[in-house]
């Protein structure tokens, strides 16, 4: 009953977000019926408009449950994990997420709609950092093997295609400061985490990386994703 969003694991099974029906459902390849999970509700593992599911590495499933404004994780075979997110516009909260993807390191990307911006998770709901690039309403998000981020950018009728992300933290060594009393100090060090997924023009820096309008031609596009030779289909 309306569903709209599906991913694909390595065996051929097939997983719907059947949104309408507040459920998962699972298929073979051939559509034959495999397996359900969800209800109508706000507890764990409840739906209330599930919109998209995504799949990592190792096997979890992540639901953007849209209208309670969160993401839950999975296994493949519906065992609830955990859950992140809440309701509002601050750094980690979510109003409205149609989309969610999944890197090859398990970063978990959320497009969170209706606060037109994408926000980067760890795998357990650790928040990490957000972009944005004049997006209306941006509904779907994923990954290429080379990390390159793609954006469903639904009411500006086109994909954004962003550099790979770089979140890795930037440690500053720890000082030596000069002692001339008896006792001890030790410093810590800096830790700056340099935000994910920022946009990376080389009209403004020198990193080589470009954000691209990679498709302008849609008409209010509503999904898309990659073959593995790279290939978009919208």
Do not use: H, M
């Not at 507040?22 to 999970?37: D, K």
């Not at 994780?73 to 969610?100: A, C, E, H, R």
């Not at 009728?157 to 009393?181: D, H, Q, S, W």
């Not at 994910?196 to 498709?215: A, I, Q």
Request: charge should be negative; aromatic fraction near 12%.
């Amino acid at each position: 009953n309306n569903p709209y969003g599906v991913v694909v694991d390595n065996s051929g099974n097939v997983y719907v977000a059947d949104t309408s029906n507040n459920r998962v459902e699972v298929f073979n390849s051939g559509g034959g019926y495999l397996n359900q999970w969800g209800g109508s509700g706000s507890g764990n593992g409840l739906f209330d408009g599930p919109y998209a599911v995504a799949l990592d590495n190792s096997g979890y499933i992540y639901v953007a449950d849209r209208n309670n404004d969160r993401i839950q994780k999975f296994t493949t075979i519906g065992g609830y994990v955990t859950q992140w997110g809440t309701s509002g516009g601050g750094d980690g909260q979510l109003n409205n997420p149609y989309g969610v993807g999944v890197d090859g390191s398990g970063g978990v990307y959320v497009a969170d709609t209706f606060n037109n911006r994408i926000e980067e998770f760890t795998n357990t709901g650790g928040y990490l950092g957000q972009f944005t690039y004049g997006f209306a309403y941006p509904e779907s998000v994923w990954i290429d093997n080379s990390g390159y981020v793609y954006v469903d950018d639904s009411s500006n009728n086109r994909i954004v295609k962003f550099g790979p992300c770089l979140y890795t933290p930037t440690i500053t060594p720890t000082p030596t400061p000069t002692i001339t009393l008896t006792p001890t100090i030790t410093l810590s060090p800096t830790v700056t985490n340099t935000p994910p997924c920022v946009v990376l023009d080389t009209s403004y820096n020198g990193t080589g990386y470009s954000e691209t309008d990679f498709y302008a031609g849609a008409d209010v596009p509503n999904g898309a994703t990659l073959d593995s030779a790279g290939n978009l289909v919208l």
